[in-house]
């Protein structure tokens, strides 16, 4: 499985795209123009491809768009100690949101990336970035039933 980030800023050149150790090329591809792609609901200049995800910072430094391959269904749990919001996934467990100030349901439309929660403790530190390459469902209150 290859993973695809679409660049939204400018055409795929030297110096525009990271370069991890280790972690091969396998296509670079440029549209002739700013082209909409379906695949992340916005215009880009092309898309890379690399054999293994690449990092959160790699991908905001580079301003890259993943190409989504996994969607997590959330469960909205409350708010911990701290006030920030938490959630659990189909397979248990937690994710937090870390900077959202605003009623839950604004941080959930505008799509905040979330961070695990260390020792997947409701009360537990944020610990890692969501991967870029999950899509996030919110199930409704009436859908928790």
């Not at 980030?5 to 123009?33: A, L």
């Not at 215009?43 to 996994?70: C, M, Q, S």
């Not at 409350?78 to 941080?107: A, H």
Request: aromatic fraction near 14%; charge should be negative.
């Amino acid at each position: 499985m290859n993973y695809r980030y679409y660049s939204t800023q400018r055409p795929i050149m030297p110096g525009s795209y990271p370069k991890p150790e280790g972690n091969g090329i396998v296509t670079v591809y440029n549209f002739d123009n700013k082209t909409y792609a379906e695949e992340i609901q916005r215009e880009a200049w092309g898309y890379i491809e690399y054999a293994r995800p690449l990092g959160h910072f790699d991908i905001v430094n580079y301003e890259l768009v993943a190409a989504k391959t996994k969607t997590l269904h959330l469960k909205y749990l409350g708010c911990d100690s701290w006030g920030r919001y938490v959630y659990e996934d189909e397979n248990g467990k937690l994710w937090k949101n870390t900077d959202c100030c605003s009623p839950r349901e604004c941080c959930e439309e505008r799509g905040d990336t979330l961070n695990s929660a260390a020792g997947n403790d409701f009360d537990g530190e944020p610990d890692c970035f969501m991967s870029a390459h999950i899509a996030v469902e919110y199930i409704g209150e009436e859908e928790q039933e």
